[in-house]
């Protein structure tokens, strides 16, 4: 059972279903329970720290006439489609953002859930680890500006102001940003 509080406020409580899908552990809520939160302006979404072997971040930096443009953020995360799980939702949004498929990564691990009034309600938090070699396959989409990887030392340096909060909340959370 996990319960999430959005907004400071309102409570709810979701079961969340544990399943794997081709050696890889993902997380679901109920169709119920996604109606439930589309109706009720709760806005779930799905997030990742994506990595590549040698543990630097993929940080793309949006593009300028988008609602957070300008901002640096984690790739890929995005909200839900209707009636679209959150492991379908990551697989769109690394497809869409990076042209990468699950088959091109070592790890999906769900990690954990976090949640804001920035940028979507609550998001489920995935560990993405891309392949060795896979990297030279990132394509830049027309959402970012750019997109590259980051050491730690970099992350730590970019000013928290310029980052997505979902970004600086998944950051802290890996412990690759101070708090």
């Known amino acids: 059972m996990v319960i999430i509080r959005p907004f400071l406020s309102d409570?709810?409580?979701?079961?969340?279903?544990?399943?794997?899908?081709?050696?890889?552990?993902?997380?679901?809520?109920?169709?119920?329970?996604?109606?439930?939160?589309?109706?009720?302006?709760?806005v779930p979404g799905a997030?990742?720290?994506?990595?590549?072997?040698?543990?630097?971040?993929?940080?793309?930096?949006?593009?300028?006439?988008?609602?957070?443009?300008?901002?640096?953020?984690?790739?890929?995360q995005g909200l839900l489609d209707p009636s679209e799980t959150f492991e379908n939702a990551l697989e769109r949004e690394l497809l869409e953002e990076t042209g990468l498929s699950?088959?091109?990564?070592?790890?999906?691990?769900?990690?954990?859930?976090?949640?804001?009034?920035?940028?979507?309600?609550?998001?489920?938090?995935s560990r993405l680890r891309i392949k060795s070699g896979e990297e030279d396959k990132i394509q830049l989409s027309e959402e970012h500006d750019s997109l590259a990887f980051k050491t730690p030392d970099e992350?730590?340096?970019?000013?928290?102001?310029?980052?997505?909060?979902?970004?600086?909340?998944i950051l802290e959370s890996a412990g690759l940003r101070d708090k």
């Open 102 to 125: 699950f088959n091109n990564l070592d790890c999906n691990q769900p990690t954990h859930m976090c949640w804001g009034e920035a940028y979507g309600d609550f998001m489920v938090v």
């Open 11 to 42: 409570w709810a409580t979701f079961q969340f279903k544990r399943f794997a899908v081709n050696n890889i552990t993902l997380y679901s809520i109920s169709d119920s329970e996604l109606l439930f939160l589309q109706k009720n302006l709760y």
């Open 47 to 76: 997030a990742s720290l994506c990595q590549d072997h040698l543990g630097n971040s993929l940080v793309g930096l949006k593009a300028g006439e988008r609602f957070t443009g300008g901002l640096y953020e984690l790739v890929p």
């Open 155 to 169: 992350i730590q340096s970019l000013n928290r102001y310029l980052l997505n909060p979902v970004s600086v909340h």
